[in-house]
Structures are given as C-alpha cells and as structure tokens.
C-alpha cells in the first residue's frame, strides 16, 4: 500500500495531514520536519481509515483533528483500527493511531495558510477534505485519484456521487489536487483535477450497463480493488432492481 502524507507549512508552523505508513516512513516525516525546523501546530487526519490515523512520538503534543463523523467512527472502532496495523507498526506507534479528536468548524485555527474544511459521506463517514485557496491545492483524502475506482462500499453509490458534486467547485479551481492514494492531479495538463472528476463521474455512471465500462483503472488491477469493482457493480445493480 503507498499512501500519501502531506505536510503545509507558513514558516516554521506546519499542518501534518494523513501522515503514513511505516514506522521507518513516520521517521522520515519526522526527519525531514526536524530538517527544516517546522513544528507541527496541528494534525488532520481525512478520515477513519487505519492508513489515515497514524502518528509518531516525534511530531509532537499538537492537536490532531478530524471531522467529528470520523473521530467518532474511529473511537467506535479503535481496536480493530489498531489490530490491522500489526503487521505494520510496533505497538508504542499502534498505541497512537486513531486518537483524534472532533472539529467541524469551517476552517482550520492554524497560523499558517487559510485551510479549509470540505465535509462530505463519500467514501468514508465524515470525509473531510481540505481546500488551500491560497495556493490553489485540494488534499482529497482517498477520492479522485489516477491509480483507484471510487470505492463505494461504505457510504453508498449515491454518497459518493454526492461527495463528488461537492468536491466539484473546488477541484475546478484547483492548481493542485493531492490524492490520498496515487500522484497529484496539475491542472492544465491531460491528468488535471477536472479530469480525475470527470472519470470518477463517468465511472459511476457505468456501473448502470457494467458491460461497457472500461475504466484504464481496471486494467491491471490487484485483485482487492478488482472486487471493490464488483461490489460497486452489485450495489448499482440492487438499486435498479
């Protein structure tokens, strides 16, 4: 699994999103904090997911955030959060994961840039993407991204299509879009943040006659995100019955 860590920073202040995966990678981030004195002032995690809920003893006593939907989900499944990090994670960092606390306010009460909250059901239960007008940068925790489908399974096909429509005015004005799975999406290039929305879109509008989709995603696909395909399939398919 790659999974992407984001640190903004205005100074010496920094806002840690998602930071992941392995110890040796937490390390790094700390490393490489330590290396341009940056002080993390606050973390985010997007959401529930044990890949997003991860922290190191280095970073920090800051805050660490997320929308009160998610901090509520990962309260309600804090062990079984902990229990799939085994393989990945010494116990001392496994202790730490999931351990935010809720924010739902509009933005983000950092010293740095303006970020802002973008709150939605896609995904995952309380799904909080982050929008920097200043330079133009959507973190979109694990939507639009090159290398994965929606995943629908946990919120629903019509959660997602919604959390999508509301991503949508930000990813218009989007310079850059950072995934949490897969590279960043340049506007004005053939991979732009429209057009990972516009294949999103157009992937869940296939699932109404699967047999003429065609995603490039699926083509060689792992065998996991070929069964979330089929699942979304499934869905689609109970819903039109």
């Known amino acids: 699994m790659s999974t992407t860590s984001t640190v903004v920073y205005d100074g010496g202040h920094a806002l840690l999103v998602d930071p992941a995966w392995t110890a040796e990678e937490l390390e790094a981030i700390a490393d490489e904090l ?30 660490r955030w997320a929308t009160s939907r998610a901090a509520d989900v990962a309260a309600e499944h ?21 351990a935010v606390q809720a924010y739902d306010g509009a933005r983000l009460p950092w ?11 896609a995904h995952a239960p309380g799904h909080g993407a982050l929008w920097l007008p200043g330079p133009g940068v959507l973190l979109a925790g694990d939507m639009l991204s090159e290398q994965e489908i929606p995943l629908c399974a946990e919120t629903g096909i019509e959660a997602y299509r919604d959390g999508l429509d509301q991503l949508a005015p930000y990813v218009a004005r989007a310079r ?9 999406a340049l506007a ?13 879109r157009a992937y869940l509008d296939a699932l109404a006659a699967p047999a003429t989709a065609g995603d490039p995603r699926l083509g060689d696909a ?8 089929e699942a979304n399939v499934a ?5 039109q019955a």
């Open 222 to 229: 792992p065998d996991w995100l070929l069964a979330e395909h």
């Open 235 to 239: 869905a689609a398919r109970d819903a």
């Open 78 to 98: 804090l062990n079984q959060l902990r229990a799939a990090l085994e393989p990945t994670l010494p116990a001392g960092l496994r202790s730490l994961a999931g």
């Open 176 to 184: 850059v879009l950072i995934p949490g799975h897969g590279t960043p």
């Open 188 to 200: 004005s290039t053939p991979d732009s943040p429209i057009a990972r929305l516009s294949a999103d």
């Open 34 to 63: 330590a290396a341009r004195n940056l002080k993390v002032e606050l973390g985010w995690a997007t959401h529930a997911h044990h890949d997003h809920l991860l922290w190191h003893p280095r970073f920090g006593p800051a805050p």
């Open 111 to 121: 010293r740095g840039t303006v970020a802002e909250v973008v709150a939605h059901q």
